[in-house]
């Protein structure tokens, strides 16, 4: 009864604070946009760590936040060199090729109205398929190395940034075009100076959604076959020995890898797009 009344006393003023925080003038700022959230995991760990502590939850269910925090400042090297493999090999390197084939394929099936009409729809067939369906495939053809996750995830980006990026491109209004044909504008003027600045916010919408994509796609690659080493590696290992603390940190880590790449990405969107409503 003492643990729930302290968790329940906790969740409460973290919930003042919040609501505090949210009426202030510092709402508005960057400190308070940041403000709320930390405050809200905060109160969210303490709440764990009281929960598994008073209930004596045992370690190979669920461990407390200070365990995880433990084993992950222990294993700091084997996380390094899972993230490496997995983050930087796997799923950096094929989102990048992926983010390039389906740039450039757009481009041709804005050219060609067969290739609209018969791209499009086995694009979203494929792009129904499921991960555990395709990733055996490319590992058998491309090795249990990273190169077979960086397969993996090309064909789980390729698609939303292709989608994304041919609407983008037909989103100019025909006034817009006919003002370019007015000043003899040739196609790739029309294009590089209109069109493509144009779909600009298209195109990072789905580059922001292929962050999340890739990094899923290297990691589950990896339970089909991959060296002693990686994040999906590490995780299916450390769940067949119950070191569920060591299962926790590599989720840590690829929720900080996840929430900085999509970071990253949307402060080039806020460079490349300083014009569009939605950044002012």
Same mark, same amino acid.
């Given at each position: 009864?003492?643990?729930?009344?302290? /968790?329940?006393?906790?969740?409460? =003023? +973290?919930?003042?604070?919040? @609501?505090?925080?949210?009426? #202030? !003038?510092?709402?508005? !700022?960057?400190?308070?946009?940041?403000?709320?959230?930390?405050?809200?995991?905060?109160?969210?760990?303490?709440?764990?760590?009281?929960?598994?502590?008073?209930?004596?939850?045992?370690?190979?269910?669920?461990?407390?936040?200070?365990?995880?925090?433990?084993?992950? +400042?222990?294993? @700091?090297?084997?996380?390094?060199?899972?993230?490496?493999?997995? +983050?930087?090999?796997? /799923?950096? !390197?094929?989102? &990048?090729?992926?983010?390039?084939?389906?740039? /450039?394929?757009?481009?041709?099936?804005?050219?060609? $109205?067969?290739?609209?009409?018969?791209?499009?729809?086995?694009?979203?067939?494929?792009?129904?398929?499921?991960?555990?369906?395709?990733?055996?495939?490319?590992?058998?053809?491309?090795?249990?190395?990273?190169? #077979?996750?960086? =397969? &993996?995830?090309?064909?789980?980006?390729?698609?939303?940034?292709?989608?994304?990026? &041919?609407?983008?491109?037909?989103?100019?209004?025909?006034? %817009?075009?006919?003002?370019?044909? $007015?000043?003899?504008?040739?196609?790739?003027?029309?294009?590089?100076?209109?069109?493509?600045?144009?779909?600009?916010?298209?195109?990072?919408?789905?580059?922001?959604?292929? @962050?999340?994509?890739?990094?899923?796609?290297?990691? &589950?690659?990896?339970?089909?076959? !991959?060296?002693?080493?990686?994040?999906?590696?590490?995780?299916?290992?450390?769940?067949?020995?119950?070191?569920?603390?060591?299962?926790?940190?590599?989720?840590?880590?690829?929720?900080?890898?996840? @929430?900085?790449?999509?970071?990253?990405?949307?402060?080039?969107?806020?460079?490349? $797009?300083?014009?569009?409503?939605? %950044?002012?």
């Amino acid at each position: 009864m003492t643990l729930f009344l302290a /968790a329940l006393v906790l969740w409460m =003023a +973290a919930w003042w604070l919040n @609501t505090r925080i949210a009426g #202030s !003038s510092l709402a508005s !700022s960057y400190a308070g946009r940041v403000a709320v959230p930390v405050v809200f995991g905060l109160s969210v760990l303490a709440i764990w760590e009281l929960v598994v502590r008073g209930l004596d939850v045992p370690q190979v269910i669920l461990p407390a936040p200070t365990v995880i925090a433990e084993t992950f +400042a222990s294993e @700091t090297g084997t996380l390094w060199i899972d993230f490496r493999q997995t +983050a930087l090999k796997g /799923a950096i !390197s094929g989102y &990048v090729i992926g983010c390039v084939a389906a740039f /450039a394929v757009a481009l041709a099936i804005d050219r060609s $109205t067969f290739l609209r009409r018969g791209l499009l729809p086995v694009g979203s067939f494929v792009a129904a398929l499921p991960i555990v369906g395709t990733a055996p495939i490319l590992v058998n053809w491309f090795g249990f190395d990273w190169q #077979s996750k960086a =397969a &993996v995830v090309v064909v789980m980006v390729f698609f939303p940034i292709l989608v994304n990026t &041919v609407q983008g491109l037909a989103d100019t209004a025909a006034m %817009q075009r006919d003002l370019m044909r $007015t000043y003899s504008a040739s196609y790739w003027q029309t294009l590089l100076k209109l069109r493509v600045p144009a779909a600009m916010p298209f195109v990072f919408n789905g580059l922001k959604i292929a @962050t999340t994509l890739a990094l899923i796609g290297a990691i &589950v690659a990896e339970y089909f076959g !991959s060296p002693t080493r990686g994040m999906g590696f590490r995780i299916s290992t450390s769940v067949g020995t119950l070191e569920l603390a060591m299962v926790w940190s590599e989720i840590a880590v690829a929720a900080l890898a996840g @929430t900085l790449f999509y970071g990253a990405v949307t402060l080039v969107e806020r460079w490349v $797009t300083f014009w569009h409503p939605s %950044q002012r």
